[in-house]
C-alpha cells in the first residue's frame, strides 16, 4: 500500500508486476488511450462516473430511436484503424463503416444550397455553379488547405508542443501558410462570394471556435475531409464505442462504470493514484485525465500549489460556445434530407458574435441536422426517422435560465425546421429530448457548460494549451478536447496518441 498524509492508497492487484494505469473518463481520448495503453504492456483501469462508455459519444434510446449524443461525422477513420493494428485486428472486421457522398449539404437563409461532393470534380462543378467567377479562387484554396494540413495534422497533430521555443521552430511553416489569420481572414483571400465564404469557414464551429478568430491551421479541416473522406459508423458512433470496448476487453483492461473520482492523489508533486467519491482508492503509477481540463486542474488536484494552470488563469480563458441539442424522432421518413445538413440563419458573423460574446439568445439560429437514418434506417422503426439539431448557443456566461428557456428554444428550433427543410414536423414528431449547457455541466463536468472546452484560438493552442505531459504534477497526462491538440475525433484521438509517446515504457515500475 502507498500513502500520503490522510489518504491510503491500495493496489488491488498486488501479484501484477505490470505498471498500472489509471484512465479518468472514457471518451474518444480516454478509451484510446485506455488501447495504446494496455497494448503497450501497462495494467489498464478506465474509470467512468456515468452508466455507460463514451463521454460525450454516449448514446439516448428511446421508443426503437437511437440517438448519438455527441460527434457524428468521423474523418481521419485511419487513426481509429491504428488502434485495431495495434492490438492485432481489423477495424473492418468489427466496425462497418460507410464513406458518405454528399458529406453534407449547406442551405443558406435564401433557400439557395451548396451541396459539399466527395469527389473533387463534382465539387468543383458546385462552386462553379453557386459563385462562378471564385473557381479559380476556390482551387488555389484547396492547395493551400492540403499544404496546412500536410504540416498542421500529418506533420504536428500528433506532437506535444511543450515550450514556445517548439513553436518556434515548427512555426513558421504554418505561419508562411496563413497560420497567423483566421480562418475566415484566410478564405476571404482567395474567394469573393459571402456565401462561398461562409461555406469554407464555418468548419470550426465544429470544434468550437469562432470563425473570425480560430487560427488559420484549422483550414486543414477542407483537405483532411478531401483527403479521407466523411464516414458514418452502421449502428452509429456509438457502435465505435462498443469496438474500442472489445478493444480494451481483449487486452484485459478493467472497465468501471459509475466510478467517479474525487481526486488525484500526489506526493512530492507526483501522482500516486486516485480516491473515488465513494471513499475508495487506488495505488497507480500513472494517471491519465480524459476528464475535461479545467475540471482536472481546478476540482481533481484540490490540494496541490498549481504553477501555471492555476484557478485565476482557468477563470481568464476563452471557452468554446455552448451547445443545444434537440434529438427527436419522427413517424415518417424525410426521404429529401440528407444525412448532414447545415441551416444557416440570417446572420453569420453577427450571430457567432453574439454566442461567443455570451450575450442572451438571439432569435435566429443556424442548426446542424443530423439524420441518421438516411444511411442506416436501423437506427428508428420502420418507416420513421432518427434526427438531432444541433444549435451553437452561449456558454454558461451568458445570462440565460435554462431551466424556463430550453422548451421555448426547442420549439423555436422546431418552426425553423418545419419552415425550411422538415416542412409539417410538428404533426410527426414521436419522441422528444433536449440537452442543454448545464447538462454539459452535469454529465461531463465541463466548465461553463462549453460544448468543447477551451476555444482553440491563437493564444489557446499548441505550447498555450494544456500540455498532454501535465505542467503540474509528474505522472499526469491529459488527453480530450481541453488538452493538446484540441477538440474534434481527430484531435482527442490524436491526443492519446501524443500520451503514448510521452509515457514511460512498461518494462518495470516508473
Request: hydrophobic share 45%; glycine share 10%.
Amino acid at each position: 500500500m502507498l500513502t500520503r498524509p490522510g489518504v491510503e492508497l491500495v493496489d488491488t492487484r498486488p501479484d501484477d508486476p505490470r505498471p498500472h494505469a489509471v484512465i479518468i473518463g472514457s471518451g474518444f481520448g480516454g478509451l484510446a488511450a485506455a488501447v495504446r495503453l494496455g497494448a503497450r504492456g501497462y495494467r489498464v483501469t478506465v474509470l467512468e462516473r456515468l452508466d455507460q462508455l463514451g463521454g460525450r459519444a454516449l448514446v439516448h434510446r428511446e421508443a426503437g430511436f437511437t440517438f448519438d449524443a455527441g460527434p457524428t461525422l468521423i474523418t481521419a477513420p485511419h487513426l481509429f484503424e491504428e488502434l485495431w493494428a495495434l492490438c492485432g485486428r481489423r477495424m473492418a472486421d468489427d466496425i462497418d463503416l460507410r464513406a458518405l457522398d454528399p458529406f453534407y449539404r449547406i442551405r443558406f437563409d435564401s433557400g439557395e444550397s451548396l451541396v459539399c461532393h466527395a469527389d473533387a470534380e463534382a465539387m468543383r462543378a458546385e462552386v462553379a455553379r453557386l459563385a462562378p467567377d471564385d473557381l479559380e479562387g476556390y482551387d488555389r484554396f484547396m492547395v493551400r488547405s492540403e499544404a496546412i494540413c500536410r504540416i498542421g495534422f500529418e506533420k504536428l497533430g500528433a506532437v506535444q508542443f511543450g515550450s514556445v521555443l517548439d513553436l518556434i521552430r515548427q512555426g513558421p511553416g504554418l505561419v508562411a501558410l496563413g497560420g497567423a489569420s483566421s480562418v475566415y481572414g484566410l478564405v476571404s483571400r482567395f474567394v469573393r462570394d459571402e456565401r462561398l465564404r461562409i461555406a469554407l469557414s464555418f468548419h470550426p464551429l465544429f470544434v468550437g471556435g469562432h470563425p473570425f478568430e480560430t487560427t488559420a491551421v484549422y483550414c486543414l479541416i477542407s483537405h483532411l475531409e478531401r483527403r479521407w473522406g466523411v464516414h458514418f459508423a452502421m449502428g452509429g458512433t456509438g457502435a465505435l464505442v462498443r469496438g474500442l470496448k472489445g478493444l480494451l476487453d481483449g487486452l484485459g483492461v478493467e472497465v468501471r462504470m459509475g466510478a467517479e473520482v474525487a481526486e488525484i492523489v500526489t506526493a512530492a508533486r507526483r501522482v500516486r493514484g486516485v480516491r473515488l467519491a465513494d471513499g475508495e482508492t487506488l495505488a497507480a503509477d500513472l494517471v491519465v485525465s480524459n476528464a475535461d481540463a479545467a475540471d482536472t486542474y481546478r476540482r481533481l488536484l484540490p490540494g496541490q500549489t498549481r504553477r501555471v494552470w492555476t484557478d485565476r488563469k482557468l477563470d481568464r480563458a476563452r471557452y468554446s460556445m455552448g451547445l443545444f441539442v434537440w434529438y427527436f424522432g419522427t413517424r415518417r421518413r424525410y426521404e429529401h434530407v440528407d444525412h448532414h445538413t447545415i441551416v444557416l440563419g440570417p446572420r453569420y458573423r453577427g450571430l457567432v458574435d453574439d454566442i461567443f460574446r455570451a450575450r442572451p439568445l438571439a432569435a435566429d439560429m443556424s442548426l446542424y441536422l443530423h439524420r441518421p437514418t438516411a444511411t442506416d434506417p436501423s437506427l428508428a422503426p420502420t418507416g420513421c426517422d432518427a434526427f438531432y439539431a444541433l444549435s451553437p448557443v452561449p456558454h454558461l456566461d451568458a445570462d440565460i435560465d435554462w431551466a424556463t428557456a430550453a422548451e421555448p428554444y426547442r420549439q423555436a428550433v422546431e418552426r425553423r425546421l418545419a419552415e425550411t427543410v422538415l416542412p409539417g414536423l410538428g404533426a410527426d414528431i414521436a419522441v422528444s429530448r433536449v440537452t442543454a449547457p448545464p447538462d454539459f455541466v452535469r454529465l461531463y463536468g465541463s466548465e461553463k457548460g462549453a460544448g468543447f472546452s477551451l476555444a482553440p484560438t491563437l493564444a489557446q493552442s499548441a505550447c498555450f494549451r494544456p500540455h498532454n505531459e501535465s505542467e503540474e504534477v509528474a505522472g499526469l497526462y491529459l488527453v480530450g478536447a481541453g488538452s493538446q491538440p484540441g477538440a474534434g475525433i481527430p484531435g482527442v484521438l490524436s491526443s492519446a496518441k501524443i500520451v503514448d509517446a510521452l509515457v514511460p515504457a512498461a518494462s518495470g515500475r516508473v
